[in-house]
């Protein structure tokens, strides 16, 4: 049985996809669905392993890569590039553009927080990147520490 939520988040999406042309499919929608419902961020094997249990069907780890791919280039989710997991986009049901994210991960509990960067700190950053004759190719920051929750419980 879905989740109340997780159900609402599918529709949302679903009408979105359909709206922008993206097809997506019955298998692409189980895997955000479970992506939603673990509400963390999963491995490619985890996930295949996670579609098994759940939807009573082997996907090849192939087949889960190209739907992941899929789901990075509809934005509804993120791939954290430090560790090679995946996970679902915290402004997936919103409708105004997607700022350049940062994560916030957690060392202790593993939880991760997706925080825009503002637009100002953004230039900053570009500007001081450019100085040295770099090409930014992907734009994503992935900072680790302790999150208030587990500080809480030091
Ligand atoms: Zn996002
Ligand atoms: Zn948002
Ligand atoms: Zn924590």
């Known amino acids: 049985m879905l989740d109340k939520n997780t159900q609402q988040i599918l529709q949302l999406v679903?009408?979105?996809?359909?709206?922008?042309?993206?097809?997506?499919t019955s298998k692409r929608s189980n895997v955000l669905q479970l992506m939603l419902d673990e509400n963390k961020p999963l491995s490619a094997y985890d996930i295949m392993a996670s579609y098994q249990i759940y939807f009573q069907e082997s996907i090849s780890v192939v087949s889960i890569y190209?739907?992941?791919?899929?789901?990075?280039?509809?934005?509804?989710?993120?791939?954290?590039?430090?560790?090679?997991?995946?996970l679902v986009c915290s402004h997936i049901t919103c409708s105004h553009v997607h700022e350049i994210p940062q994560f916030l991960i957690c060392n202790t509990?593993?939880?991760?927080?997706e925080v825009g960067i503002g637009k100002s700190l953004v230039s900053e950053l570009e500007a001081n990147i450019v100085s040295t004759g770099f090409k930014l190719q992907r734009q994503q920051l992935e900072l680790y520490g302790i999150c208030s929750d587990c500080q809480h419980l030091q």
């Open 14 to 24: 679903q009408q979105r996809c359909q709206q922008k042309n993206l097809r997506l």
């Open 66 to 86: 190209r739907m992941l791919n899929f789901l990075i280039q509809a934005q509804l989710i993120h791939k954290l590039l430090s560790s090679n997991k995946y």
């Open 109 to 113: 509990c593993h939880q991760v927080e």
